[in-house]
């Protein structure tokens, strides 16, 4: 499936849920993150992006100004939470985290991101599974 998405200059809202987007669009769309400053909120539900897929968005998640992040069911595992925890770190701008629905995330993985989020001192929401 190909899959084309624009974001104007000046646009703040990058909405791509339940678009067939695979880890190879993540990847794009962390080094968009990384040039798009005035990105405010980033939804990638309902895709499968994967652990290598959340890899790359927490790896751009340093420079970005995102303060609302929607990944709940991306088929990510305990190890995508733990590369997106350490991204979740560095980041000083998301306030609300939609991680639900991640069912391969175990207790440890959900630990983890929440150790984060605690640990940036920004982050007042996290949705993630009972």
Same mark, same amino acid.
């Given at each position: 499936m190909s899959m084309s998405v624009v974001l104007l200059i000046?646009?703040?809202?990058? =909405?791509?849920c339940s678009c067939g987007?695979?880890?190879?669009?993540?990847?794009? +769309?962390?080094?968009? +993150?990384?040039?798009?400053?005035?990105?405010?909120?980033?939804?990638?539900?309902? =895709?499968?992006?994967?652990?290598?897929?959340?890899?790359?968005?927490?790896?751009?998640?340093?420079r970005a100004n995102i303060n609302q992040l929607y990944v709940y069911e991306c088929s990510i595992t305990d190890s995508g939470a733990v590369a997106f925890a350490a991204g979740l770190r560095k980041n000083y701008s998301v306030k609300l985290l939609d991680v639900e629905l991640n069912d391969d995330i175990t207790i440890d993985g959900v630990r983890v991101i929440l150790e984060a989020a605690v640990a940036n001192g920004v982050c007042l929401e996290v949705l993630i599974n009972d």
């Open positions: 000046g646009e703040a809202e990058l =909405n791509v987007l695979s880890a190879k669009g993540a990847i794009s +769309i962390s080094e968009l +993150i990384k040039i798009k400053q005035t990105l405010q909120v980033l939804d990638i539900s309902l =895709n499968p992006i994967g652990d290598e897929g959340i890899t790359a968005i927490a790896q751009s998640l340093h």
